[in-house]
C-alpha cells in the first residue's frame, strides 16, 4: 500500500539480460523491466546483454555495483536448471547478503500462473556492496510477475510500511 504523504524517490537501475540467442531488437524481458521501471519513474543507467556466461554476468554487475551509481541491478535469464544456466552462480558470490525471501515469493506467486513448473526457477536477491540485486526468469511473463507483484512496491519509498527504499542509507553500515 503506498503512503501518498511521502515523496516518490526514484532510483538508477541497471538491467542485465542474461541469454545466448537474444538481442536487443528480441529482448522482450529486458525491454519489459526497462518499460515498467520508467513507467514507475526510476531511471534506467544501463542495459546490457550478456550471454550464458557466469564470468561475462559477474564481470558486468562487478562493474556496476563497483561504480555505485545504480542502486539497484535487475537480471533476467539463466535461473533455470540446464547446464548453460549460472546465474545465481555468477551472482551469489559477489551478495553481502542474501534475500532469501525474494525466491520464496517469488515462487509462491509463480504457482498461481505456471503450477507446480515454478520450482525449476532459482531465482534470487541480495545486497552487494550497498546496491540490490533481483535475478528474474528470462521469460516475459515471470519478469512482469517479479515487478509487478514484488520489486516495484519495494522500490517505492511510499509503500507501508516498510519497504528496500529506505534502507538504502543504512546498506554500508559496519
Known amino acids: 500500500m503506498a503512503n501518498q504523504k511521502r515523496e516518490f524517490i526514484p532510483l538508477s537501475i541497471a538491467v542485465l539480460t542474461v541469454s545466448d540467442s537474444r538481442t536487443a531488437e528480441t529482448d522482450k524481458s529486458g525491454n519489459l523491466l526497462v518499460a515498467r521501471l520508467e513507467s514507475a519513474g526510476h531511471r534506467l543507467h544501463e542495459k546490457s546483454i550478456v550471454p550464458d556466461d557466469i564470468y561475462q554476468i ?20 539463466g535461473t533455470g536448471v540446464t547446464g548453460r544456466d549460472g546465474t545465481p552462480e555468477a551472482i551469489k558470490p559477489l551478495l553481502d547478503k542474501e534475500i532469501e525471501g525474494f ?3 517469488f515462487r509462491v506467486l509463480s504457482f498461481e500462473s505456471i503450477s507446480t513448473s515454478t520450482l525449476q526457477s532459482r531465482t534470487t536477491a541480495g545486497v552487494a556492496n550497498g546496491t540490490y540485486i533481483f535475478c528474474l526468469p528470462g521469460s516475459s511473463g515471470a519478469c512482469a510477475d517479479g515487478w509487478d507483484k514484488l520489486i516495484q512496491q519495494q522500490l517505492d519509498y511510499r509503500h507501508r510500511p516498510c519497504n528496500l527504499v529506505e534502507l538504502i542509507p543504512r546498506l554500508l553500515e559496519k
Open 58 to 77: 559477474r564481470a558486468t554487475v562487478s562493474r556496476w555495483i563497483a561504480d555505485q551509481k545504480p542502486q539497484v541491478v535487475i537480471t533476467t535469464g
Open 103 to 105: 525466491g520464496e515469493m
